[in-house]
Structure formats: structure tokens, C-alpha cells
């Protein structure tokens, strides 16, 4: 069973840093993809950075490149998202998902397994 767990986040000032991991078991292949998502009250579900688990190419939506990384750990069960430069508007519930077989610039709705989401919240 593919489970994913998800933690890391909380409350900074603008400007502050905060590190998300994801740690995914089950997997029987490698040939995987973890892919953070957000979604801020009204809004809808958007993908914000991924890694595949398989050759460790890694997507970023635009308005996060510079200021997010994404590294999976050596045992490559543990995937990591620092934030920096936090602003008001990256302030969501973030998700980690996990699908086999995929690339990175894939939508949420093709992705299936979720692990639960974790406030982000910066302040300004």
C-alpha cells in the first residue's frame, strides 16, 4: 500500500523560510514522481514543484523558481521543498502527491495517491 506523509509546515513573516518533507513507502518500482500542490481558500488545486524518483528531473511553477527547491534525500524515500522568501500569497494548504509513471507537468486529477496537507501560512 502507497502511503505518503506529509509535514513541515507553519506560520512565517514575509520574507521567513519554512522546509515541507513528503516521505513515500509502498512503491514497488522506482519509476515514481512526488509532486507538491497548494490550494489557498477560493482558489483552485495548482502544482507547485515536483521531482521524478526515477532520474531526479525536477519541475517548479514560475512563481517559485528562486525560491523554492526541491531534493529528495539519499535513501530517496524523503522528499523535501525549501521555501524561501516566503510571500503572503504562497500562504495555502500544501499537498504532496505521488504517481508512477509520470512527468512532472502532469495535472493533479492524474496523480493517486495524496498524502494530507499541511498549513502554509505567511504573514506579510
Known amino acids: 500500500e502507497v502511503q505518503l506523509q506529509a509535514s513541515g509546515g507553519g506560520s512565517v513573516q514575509a520574507g521567513g523560510s519554512l522546509r515541507l518533507s513528503c516521505t513515500a513507502s509502498g512503491f514497488v518500482y522506482h519509476d515514481y514522481a512526488i509532486k507538491w500542490f497548494r490550494q489557498a481558500p477560493g482558489k483552485e488545486r495548482e502544482g507547485v514543484s515536483c521531482?521524478?524518483?526515477?532520474?531526479?528531473?525536477?519541475y517548479y511553477e514560475d512563481s517559485v523558481k528562486g525560491r523554492f527547491t526541491i531534493s529528495i534525500d539519499n535513501a530517496k524515500t524523503t522528499v523535501y521543498l525549501e521555501m524561501t522568501n516566503l510571500k503572503p500569497e504562497d500562504t495555502a494548504v500544501y499537498y504532496c502527491?505521488?504517481?508512477?509513471?509520470?512527468?512532472?507537468?502532469?495535472?493533479?486529477?492524474?496523480?493517486?495517491?495524496w498524502g494530507q496537507g499541511t498549513q502554509v501560512t505567511v504573514s506579510s
Open positions: 502527491a505521488a504517481e508512477e509513471s509520470i512527468w512532472c507537468v502532469a495535472e493533479a486529477s492524474n496523480f493517486g495517491y
Open positions: 521531482i521524478s524518483r526515477s532520474d531526479g528531473s525536477t
